[in-house]
């Protein structure tokens, strides 16, 4: 139990689909993140919200598109992908901001998303 | 931008003493070292944080020395299941979050 709840799992989507990825946080913070991960490459930011309020957003193509309803809620809507999107896509949260603070980030297990 | 520098891979046996170590040469005054710990198919998982000198917790000891430049993470008496990537990061102080790729860490019976 890390927390930090991603879903769905696995995700495979051709690249005219639109879906949604959900992350719910359970620890009560006030920072959620989402990052991309591919092999052999490091971890990359995405997206900072910071109560609700999007805080940082790392040149990240317009095809993702983030949501924060809430402070426990993120969501990152997908729309026309390509096939180099194909990654593991996680949420993390923390108390405060990690890049403002040393608050370390909770991770949740991620989604794999498969871009045919 | 704090940037991090750690060895690609490392092998190691049940029962030893693992030291993995992160160069982070232009650390801010205000940042502070974390290691986290990631298995295939699921996100890091946080270990350990410290600002200077030594901590130590249930798991693992982080050394840092007194110019903060570097910073090792020791692993007691390693099993199996600690086989896994550790990443280490330098954060605070109002800058980007940067990760590097970690240290693939292999554990063999």
């Known amino acids: 139990e890390t927390g930090v709840t991603q879903t769905p799992r696995h995700l495979v989507m051709g690249m005219t689909n639109k879906k949604s990825l959900k992350c719910e946080q359970h620890l009560g913070h006030n920072a959620m993140y989402w990052y991309k991960q591919s092999a052999k490459k490091p971890l990359e930011l995405m997206f900072v919200?910071?109560?609700?309020?999007?805080?940082e957003n790392n040149s990240v193509p317009s095809r993702f598109s983030p949501e924060c309803p809430n402070s426990s809620h993120l969501f990152l809507h997908l729309h026309t992908l390509q096939p180099e999107d194909s990654a593991l896509y996680l949420c993390?949260?923390?108390?405060?901001?990690?890049?403002?603070?040393?608050?370390?980030?909770?991770f949740g297990d991620g989604t794999r998303l498969s871009i045919l | 931008l704090a940037k991090t520098t750690q060895p690609i891979s490392m092998d190691s046996y049940e029962g030893q003493e693992v030291n993995i170590t992160c160069s982070h040469n232009?650390?801010?005054?205000?940042?502070?070292i974390t290691w986290y710990q990631q298995f295939p198919s699921q996100g890091p998982r946080f270990i350990i944080q410290g600002y200077k000198t030594k901590v130590t917790n249930e798991v693992a000891s982080l050394f840092i020395p007194a110019d903060r430049k570097s910073s090792t993470l020791s692993l007691p008496r390693v099993s199996l299941s600690d086989t896994a990537v550790y990443y280490c990061l330098v954060a605070g102080n109002n800058r980007k979050l940067i990760w590097g790729l970690g240290t693939s860490l292999a554990v063999n019976p």
């Open positions: 919200y910071s109560l609700e309020e999007r805080v």
């Open positions: 993390a949260s923390s108390q405060d901001v990690a890049g403002r603070s040393n608050q370390p980030q909770h």
């Open positions: 232009n650390i801010a005054t205000n940042d502070y």
